[in-house]
């Protein structure tokens, strides 16, 4: 499946990525289960997704790609519910500038439907979609890799500013996910995220923060393994019920994980 993003340079992920390769991984970590995330903006990839979780049970939910605008976007969210452990969309944000009126009418089926939907949107593009955050209180909204926060620089201030107001509504979520593709690669990785993740921490509570793995794009920086010890180092400091919150217990209120200890 075309993926336009997937350029030729990004040789470390310029082949096949499938389940069983993620198995092993999550096995080594004492990692149980799963949420895959939409690659393409393509419903025959959410359909395939979906069926790939009844060969692996790991794959405890899928946040698939739909069209928000499509007029039968409730009978589309009906059928996907029925093939498998569908949990929400992904709202890609990062070409916009402003709000899709029709994508965010399109968002009321996923509340009717107890949905979530995950985020990919800046730090410096949250402003113009508190208009979303208002609008759909009734919906959970997850802000993923921490609104892509300019770790290279380790500039605090703007991006500080941006999630501060996004945190202000209880309904928006936060996922500790992406860092490792952001940061400097000489520089210690603990370091130069630690003070953004203890800022979304002090913003949003464990109870609203949730890790991703962001593999396989993760390993343009970092394996599976580095990154799990990249949480587990930022979250050592806490009670072993906050960061169960965040491992996984987040994520499985979130996204309506069935039989999920949250």
């Avoid at 990692?31 to 692996?56: C, F, K, M, N, P």
């Avoid at 089926?109 to 009734?138: G, H, N």
């Avoid at 999630?163 to 210690?188: D, E, H, Q, W």
């Amino acid at each position: 499946m075309p993926l336009p993003w997937l350029n030729p340079e990004k040789k470390t992920l310029n082949r096949n990525f499938e389940p069983v390769h993620l198995a092993s991984l999550l096995e080594e970590c004492g990692v149980d289960g799963t949420v895959i995330v939409q690659a393409a903006h393509d419903e025959v990839e959410t359909d395939w997704l979906l069926e790939l979780s009844r060969d692996y049970p790991f794959i405890k939910g899928v946040v698939g790609w739909v069209d928000l605008t499509a007029p039968d976007l409730s009978d589309r969210l009906d059928r996907f519910k029925s093939k498998g452990p569908f949990c929400g969309t992904r709202y890609p944000l990062l070409n916009e500038t402003g709000l899709d009126q029709a994508a965010v009418r399109g968002l009321t089926a996923f509340a009717e439907k107890d949905l979530a939907c995950d985020l990919l949107v800046r730090f410096d593009q949250l402003q113009p979609f508190t208009e979303l955050f208002r609008a759909r209180e009734d919906l959970p909204l997850v802000i993923n890799h921490l609104a892509i926060p300019p770790l290279k620089t380790g500039e605090l201030e703007n991006w500080q500013a941006a999630i501060t107001g996004a945190a202000r509504y209880p309904n928006v979520f936060c996922k500790v996910s992406g860092m490792v593709t952001l940061v400097n690669p000489a520089m210690n990785f603990e370091e130069q995220v630690r003070p953004y993740f203890e800022k979304v921490l002090e913003l949003f509570g464990p109870d609203r923060l949730l890790w991703g793995s962001d593999w396989p794009v993760s390993l343009q920086g970092a394996s599976y393994r580095q990154v799990h010890d990249l949480l587990a180092a930022l979250v050592s400091r806490l009670s072993p019920g906050e960061q169960a919150a965040i491992w996984g217990g987040t994520a499985a209120r979130v996204y309506k994980i069935a039989g999920a200890n949250s």
